[in-house]
């Protein structure tokens, strides 16, 4: 009697197995710069003004871009802003471009000047950002908590002053809404260029401490802007110093003082010696 045989099973090929996807940025980097150059047309030839810039930011950390007058550090926040491109070079915050993470309100910019709409309120100029941006699509924007414009002015000492108009503010309360405005509209980073350099020394005293308690507070990523050394090391984790034109990141100084800043520490030894070794920099790069 013949065997009866079984047919030989077709193969089970394997699940298409899709590609993987890219990793994510590391937790902790918000910002990655590398290879960045940028030139701007001058008299008979170009200007090179940022030449192979790299850089990464952690998150939650307050970051100062220090260096001499036309060193390119506002280009270089204002390229991380996406208001201007890099010739040469990669730019990423959060994973995005520059111009994506602007689009999903992931940056608060700070400029020089407050900025602020003459007859709008404090309280309506902080909230300003938030009630322009309301449109679909923000699923990331929505999903964060927008800051109460009145608390965070209240956190800024601006808690009388909420309903009055900018030309009833003094310079320094004009810009303690600007600063507000930005912590109101939740973006995970805060650019900040020159907030303080139209101000006299003892208001921007007051404001840097301002500054820091609310900073605090809310945690945000910051690369701030400054020609003031003091400035640079009262505020920061990490001073990032830049070299004489064409701008290049020459030193990196990690500001070892105690989180919160007590009062008074600018007085102390310890922050002199670091505002030394910081001043040290930037001449050093100035002969580079």
């Given at each position: ?64 871009l ?10 270089l ?16 915050l ?6 994506q ?12 000047s ?113 020609h ?27 500001v ?33």
């Amino acid at each position: 009697m013949a065997t009866r045989t079984s047919p030989t099973p077709t193969p089970t090929l394997p699940a298409a197995v899709p590609a993987p996807l890219p990793p994510p940025p590391s937790d902790d980097a918000c910002i990655r710069v590398r290879g960045v150059s940028r030139s701007f047309p001058g008299r008979g030839s170009d200007v090179l003004v940022l030449d192979g810039v790299d850089l990464t930011v952690p998150q939650g950390s307050f970051v100062t871009l220090f260096g001499p007058s036309g060193c390119g550090k506002t280009t270089l926040l204002r390229i991380l802003a996406g208001l201007q491109t890099q010739d040469e070079g990669e730019v990423r915050l959060f994973g995005q471009t520059p111009g994506q993470a602007a689009k999903d309100k992931n940056i608060a910019w700070i400029p020089q000047s407050s900025a602020l709409l003459p007859w709008a309120g404090a309280r309506r100029n902080a909230d300003l950002s938030r009630r322009v941006n309301r449109r679909a699509g923000r699923r990331d924007a929505d999903r964060r908590a927008p800051g109460d414009p009145v608390a965070v002015l209240g956190e800024m000492g601006l808690a009388g002053s909420v309903d009055l108009l900018p030309h009833q503010l003094s310079g320094g309360m004009r810009q303690r809404v600007s600063l507000a405005r930005g912590f109101v509209q939740s973006a995970p980073l805060m650019l900040m260029d020159e907030p303080f350099s139209a101000l006299d020394e003892l208001t921007r005293e007051g404001l840097r401490y301002q500054l820091l308690d609310t900073w605090e507070r809310h945690r945000r990523t910051v690369v701030f802007v400054t020609h003031s050394a003091t400035e640079a090391v009262l505020l920061s984790d990490t001073v990032v110093v830049m070299s004489a034109r064409p701008g290049r990141i020459s030193t990196v100084i990690d500001v070892d003082l105690p989180r919160p800043r007590p009062a008074g520490i600018d007085a102390s030894p310890e922050f002199h010696r670091t505002v030394a070794r910081l001043r040290a920099a930037v001449d050093a790069g100035r002969t580079a």
